[in-house]
């Protein structure tokens, strides 16, 4: 397995790799608007064989009551369905958060499976006083600071982009 930033070629797979995974065309369209948007800071591919078999993409997100904070948006991440549980999502994940890091990013928030996430430190957002715009339970709103104690004294509503509306 290689993970390697995405190319611009390399859409249409990423594109398929999301619709597989889940099921529908909703985040593969918000892929596409977040590249369309240049909002995409990390963007990833894992390949199998020289197949693109996943696909992690983090983006800037803002906390409602501080603009000063560097927050990012860890989704959509998918694998194909034949590929999961060989820990291509988890590397997928932990590169991403590496290159995180050394962009100067705080912290990084997730909607995401509450079972999946807290395996790389991600905990409730509740636990910092930050929440979601979205209406999902607490344990699958998730943040991971990479930069201990940023958020210190911070709280407020997570901002997505509009990419993300209507997901």
Known sequence: MRI????????????????????????ADIVER?????????????????????????SPVTINSNGSIQLIGLGPMAVLPNHQRQGIGSN??????SQCRTKGFSAVVVLGHPEYYPRFGFAP?????????????????????LQPGSLQGVSG?????????GA
């Open 92 to 97: 997928l994940v932990h590169e991403g958060l």
């Open 125 to 145: 957002a509740s636990r910092y006083g930050i929440t979601s715009k979205y209406d999902v339970p607490d344990e699958v709103f998730m943040l991971l600071e």
């Open 4 to 27: 390697r930033p995405e190319e611009p070629s390399d859409r249409l797979a990423v594109r398929a790799v999301n619709e597989a995974a889940f099921g529908s065309s909703l985040e």
């Open 157 to 165: 509503q997570v901002i997505y982009s509009d990419a993300f509306a």
């Open 34 to 58: 977040l590249h369309k948007n240049s909002e995409s800071v990390v963007s990833l591919v894992a390949e199998v064989d020289s197949e693109i078999c996943g696909h992690i993409m983090l």
